[in-house]
């Protein structure tokens, strides 16, 4: 027990395991060979000369002049001590030398080396999830201004169990601007309401970065991060970067991450209340719309030249441009698929999430089949229509629907579709080893979809 106490004072004072045990060696017998130390210890016989050699030229060891040489150490006692006043020596010489270089700096090269941008960029890899959140954690003791957080999707886990946490929350307090985007998770809900309120929060659906940026000027960047959320993290890595410049060239990428992101009530009603109520963003068509309400309205392009005033074609254009916003306001279809709205790709889109909110609710179904059996029960009794299946060779849903192409109505079959393709879609992923087909029979006038494991 006494030896094993030994060892541990030795390591802590400086020594490694391999010279401390062989110190404790030799205090139980002095004036050992360097063979009997290996064999005791299981080294090899170069290892333990090594080892002795590096204890020697600390001044623990020394040797006699036999042949074969012999070893002798301090005691613990005096090798403890000796360590220490060595290490009292080397902390004396770096106080003084911090205190010569205070003395030779004068006031105006303290104000150049405080000045951001005149300090050339740095970088640092730092290792070990204990290590990155110290360094977050400084990084937020630091700010002046603002700090935004990237958690990607258990990263608050981590940070609720490091200081970073209070430190964060006392800095929204004293007036920085806090900004946090994360992946909201069901498992980890709950640690979000340990920060404060008047941090800001968002959710961004698949996020996986991790990032810290301090004042626009410091950036740590995750690089790696064990995929077991609850695991020790010892393989995390990540890189910090000082550099103004460097932090303004990701600015734009941050502030889209953080537009694209919803409001954390909004996002965090699909764990406690069963729905989705994120924002839904259409695409209403593509191209250039100023040339398409041009070629609407027929604007020829405008001369390259002045042309003499003439009151009768002022009155032709005026005529012409009349009649034509007169077609677009008659409240015609196809008269706003001349302006570029796309209806079957909006109507399709709108389908779509109402699929995947259908599949949402259904989540609690683990059989495929019961799943898709209950999609198919609501999709008919809301009228949209009839489906048939069959499961030879996969399981494969065959939709009727009118697929009109007339232009003055509404493309409703693409909303029902798009009802189907949105729950199915939700459902089979890669993800979850599955793979969804949809296909066009245009002999039929029918749609199928195949789910194919």
Excluded at 190 to 195: D, G, I, P, T, V
Aim: hydrophobic share 40%.
């Amino acid at each position: 027990m006494i030896i094993i106490e030994w060892k541990e004072l030795l390591i802590t004072a400086g020594l490694d395991e391999k010279e401390a045990n062989i110190v404790c060696m030799l205090n139980q017998g002095q004036n050992r060979k360097a063979s009997y130390l290996a064999k005791e210890l299981k080294l090899s016989r170069l290892d333990a000369y090594n080892t002795l050699s590096k204890l020697q030229e600390k001044g623990i060891v020394s040797a006699t002049a036999d042949r074969p040489m012999k070893f002798n150490s301090k005691t613990v006692h005096e090798t403890a001590d000796y360590l220490m006043n060595l290490k009292e020596q080397q902390i004396s010489m770096i106080k003084k030398g911090l205190k010569d270089l205070d003395s030779k700096t004068d006031s105006s090269s303290k104000s150049f080396s405080n000045n951001n941008s005149s300090i050339s960029p740095k970088f640092s890899v730092i290792k070990g999830r204990t290590h990155l959140y110290t360094k977050i954690d400084n990084m937020i003791q630091s700010a002046q201004e603002r700090i935004f957080l990237s958690l990607g999707r258990f990263g608050i886990l981590h940070l609720t169990k490091s200081s970073a946490i209070d430190s964060l929350n006392i800095a929204a307090k004293k007036g920085i601007v806090c900004e946090v985007v994360a992946c909201l998770d069901k498992r980890t809900l709950k640690f979000y309401n340990e920060l404060d309120d008047s941090i800001t929060l968002r959710h961004s659906e698949n996020l996986n970065s991790q990032l810290c940026l301090q004042d626009d000027i410091n950036i740590l960047q995750f690089l790696d991060v064990e995929s077991n959320p609850v695991g020790k993290g010892r393989n995390d890595a990540a890189l910090f970067i000082e550099s103004k410049h460097f932090a303004n060239s990701q600015l734009d990428l941050i502030e889209k991450l953080w537009q694209e992101s919803i409001n954390f009530d909004t996002a965090v009603k699909r764990f406690t209340e069963e729905f989705i109520a994120d924002p839904l963003k259409l695409v209403i068509g593509e191209g250039s719309f100023l040339q398409q309400i041009s070629s609407a309205l027929n604007l020829e392009e405008l001369p390259s030249s002045d042309t003499p005033f003439k009151i009768e074609n002022l009155q032709e254009v005026g005529n012409t441009i009349s009649e034509a916003r007169g077609k677009l306001s008659d409240g015609s279809v196809s008269n706003l698929r001349l302006l570029g709205i796309d209806l079957n790709l909006m109507f399709r889109q709108i389908g779509n999430r109402i699929g995947e909110e259908l599949s949402f609710s259904l989540n609690n179904i683990d059989s495929d089949f019961e799943f898709i059996t209950e999609v198919m029960d609501w999709w008919e009794y809301a009228g949209l229509g009839e489906l048939n299946y069959d499961i030879s060779p996969d399981f494969r849903i065959f939709v009727d629907l009118e697929m009109l192409s007339d232009d003055d109505k509404f493309p409703i079959w693409e909303l029902d579709d798009g009802i189907l393709q949105g729950a199915l879609s939700q459902r089979f992923t890669e993800e979850n080893k599955s793979l969804l087909k949809r296909t066009i029979l245009e002999e039929k006038n029918q749609i199928m979809y195949e789910i194919l494991k």
